[in-house]
């Protein structure tokens, strides 16, 4: 068993801490109030390859491995969780598809601009009537010819506002249920796609999140992605991948209250002490750091399987249900230590408990990772 970084993986944890410390933290309280896209940040991060990590350089990507790309979310998500969504999304769940099943041509097209930062992906699976039960797509593409003709609506899209590529999940054949589900690339230009208006949300405000729309959106054969009927497998294993992104975000999250905690108890004084010597504040410490440490060590066991070519579905279910929840119980036990300055902006706490919650909801609930887990340690 090894627990070393490589020199690599040190190297681009330390650019993404200090990138993130010098060119994120500095706006992004202003961004969660306002709820502003970061898009100067996220062109920057495509720069530095941060948009394709895990895509060869010969596809625009940078070449590293799910590691580093675990080791780059934490920090980025540890000073602006909205950023670590948008690049989640971009790596995980867009890059990643087009990658894997993508034909040579459809890298050149949409891989290419995506893993290098010039265009931002956006993943539409959910709808209004399917959500965690993501078998019951409404939306249909019917064949015309060379064309693939799109009708229905996605909800919850993240990037959907901002996106160039939509990677769109429709229904060629209601008939045979989740096998007759595939998986479309989709130009934001298309005429009939359409975006609603952005969802006022409790946290993650600065990424935005919208419904997308299709109203008979003409898409050339060329633009689907694999085969007819395998868009279900493609997106149930694109959300394997995208729950160890999610989860890294979560750890982020996690590891920024246990920090802004410390920091606290240390310095702010009580009963003629530093709060930090009592142990009701001790134990909740303890607690924050054991589950913190738990939930790295679940998702980087995840990423060295992806690495490794191994199964990684359930480690990656397992490292996001705890990361998630350690992020939301960390942040509410930072507040609590803060005590009223945790409750008040000024002190940070209180963005960490809004921008930890959707953790426990997107790219599969925490019921839904349950699932995920159960359903594998189960199986003869
Ligand atoms: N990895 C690979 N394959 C999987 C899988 C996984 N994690 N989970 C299910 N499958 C496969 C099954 O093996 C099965 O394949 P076959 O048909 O070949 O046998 C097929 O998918 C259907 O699976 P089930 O029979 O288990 O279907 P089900 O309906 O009972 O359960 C589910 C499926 C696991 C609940 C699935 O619907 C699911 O994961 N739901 C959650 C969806 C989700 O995560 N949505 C997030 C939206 S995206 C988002 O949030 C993006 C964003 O913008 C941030």
Redesign the pocket.
Known sequence: MEFNFTEEQIAIRDTAREFAQNEIAPSAVERDIKAEFPYDIVKKLGEFGFMGMMVPPEWGGAGFDTISYVLAIEEISKVDASVG?IMS?NNS?VCFGIERWGTDEQKERFLKPLASGQKLG??C??EPEA?????QQKTEAVKEGDYYILNGIKN????GKNADVYFVHASTNKELG??GISTFLVEKETPGLETGVKEDKLGIRSSDTCTVSFNNCRVHKSQLLGEEGMG??IA??T??G?RIG?GAQALGIAQASLEAAVRYAKTRKAFGQPIANLQAIQFKLADMATNTDAARMLILEAAWRKDNGMNY?KEA?MGKLLASRTAVNNALEAIQIHGGYGYVREYLVERYLRDAKITEI???TSE?QR??IS?DILKD
């Open positions: 969504v999304v769940l956006c993943f699976l959910s959500g965690s039960d993501a078998t919850w899209i993240t990037n989740h096998k279900f497998k149930m294993e959300l394997n995208g999610i579905a279910a997107y790219e599969g839904i699932i995920v359903r």
